[in-house]
């Protein structure tokens, strides 16, 4: 059975750091595309990073420069390193994954970030 699970949120000023990571089970890591997502209070849910089975990355405008998405194929995680965090980073970070058409999610993990 796929599991992603998520670790690694917590409350932190701005101009802080924390790193999520997400740990994958039953499904064949090193293939599948992963990504973080996040949804902020009141609004949806969206694309934060990607990183393809081939290392290729994507970022949203909004956190390029700021945020640092790799993996681990050995270790089966994905990391979202996020440095210089303002308040409207505030979310429910979740980790996503796929692979032949089969899409899984983390329970999520909560980042505020305030002062």
């Known amino acids: 059975q796929a599991q992603l699970v998520e670790s690694g949120g917590g409350s932190v000023q701005p101009g802080g750091s924390l790193r999520l990571s997400c740990a994958a089970s039953g499904i064949i890591f090193s293939a599948s595309s992963m990504a973080w997502y996040r949804q902020p209070p009141g609004k949806q849910r969206e694309l934060v990073a990607q990183v393809s089975s081939g290392g290729d990355t994507y970022y949203a405008d909004s956190v390029k420069g700021r945020f640092t998405i790799s993996r681990d194929n050995v270790k089966n995680t994905v990391y979202l390193q996020m440095n210089s965090l303002k308040p409207e980073d505030t979310a429910v970070y979740y980790c996503?994954?796929?692979?032949?058409?089969?899409?899984?999610w983390g329970q999520g993990t909560q980042v505020t970030v305030s002062s």
């Open positions: 996503w994954g796929t692979r032949a058409g089969n899409i899984y």
